[in-house]
Nanobody, 113 residues
Framework: QVQLVESGGGLVQAGGSLRLSCAAS???????MGWYRQTPGKQRELVAT???????NYADSVKDRFTISRDNAKNTVYLQMNSLKPEDTAVYYC????????WGQGTQVTVSS
């Protein structure tokens, strides 16, 4: 069982930056970690993922603006979000694979125009 706790969400003006963090605890060997986001009435969508070895994958909408990174020793994944746009407004969820898939509780990111 793995527990994920996100932090770092909030309100920011368009063009600003935020950094999300997600700390994993519990038992299990974590392989891939990632961030997803969801807005009301829409399906949860991939933002970015990172393997244990550091290979990354990004949604086209966030490439060149967001950077995912992780600290394997701390079982923590980060999402640096720059040049934020109003359409980035969503609840952001941390995700990891450790034999099973686990989700965090989500953190709200609101970008005002």
């Amino acid at each position: 069982q793995v527990q994920l706790v996100e932090s770092g969400g909030g309100l920011v003006q368009a063009g600003g930056s935020l950094r999300l963090s997600c700390a994993a605890s519990g038992s299990g060997f974590i392989t891939v970690m990632g961030w997803y986001r969801q807005t009301p009435g829409k399906q949860r969508e991939l933002v970015a993922t990172i393997t244990r070895g550091g290979n990354t994958n990004y949604a086209d909408s966030v490439k060149d603006r967001f950077t995912i990174s992780r600290d394997n020793a701390k079982n923590t994944v980060y999402l640096q979000m720059n040049s934020l746009k109003p359409e980035d407004t969503a609840v952001y969820y941390c995700n990891c694979n450790a034999r099973y898939t686990f989700w965090g509780q989500g953190t709200q990111v609101t970008v005002s125009s």
